[in-house]
């Protein structure tokens, strides 16, 4: 497993999905605003719960590590990369929308 290639899919996993999330709802002509948050709250928790994923793999790999049973630390490096890019990725989803929330909260009616 290359790391490269393990981290560059991993973005454009994260990327893809939260805009194919707001791109769908936002193309459904039929949808109601709840619709939309409502694809996009379950893109975003799907990652969520990916990242976490990303997170409980790397510490089960420093384990096998240390105990032996996984003893490549290249190996080792991809699971701590990829869970790091991860949680990078979900921080930067999470600063974009507060922005977006305060640039709402912001506007004048």
Do not use: C, P, W
């Not at 999905?17 to 949808?31: C, E, L, P, W």
């Not at 975003?44 to 409980?56: F, S």
């Not at 032996?68 to 974009?96: F, W």
């Amino acid at each position: 497993m290359d790391v490269y290639s393990a981290t560059q899919a991993l973005g454009s996993y994260y990327i893809d999905k939260v805009t194919n999330a707001v791109k769908s709802a936002s193309s459904n002509q039929a949808a109601t605003d709840k619709d939309t948050f409502d694809s996009v709250y379950n893109s975003v928790v799907g990652l969520l719960n990916d990242t976490n994923k990303y997170i409980q793999d790397a510490s089960q790999a420093e384990i096998d590590f240390s105990l032996g049973n996984l003893t490549s630390t290249h190996e080792l490096s991809v699971y701590q990369q990829k869970a790091n890019l991860a949680l990078q990725y979900t921080v930067a989803i999470r600063d974009k929308a507060l922005e977006a929330y305060k640039e709402i909260m912001n506007m004048s009616m």
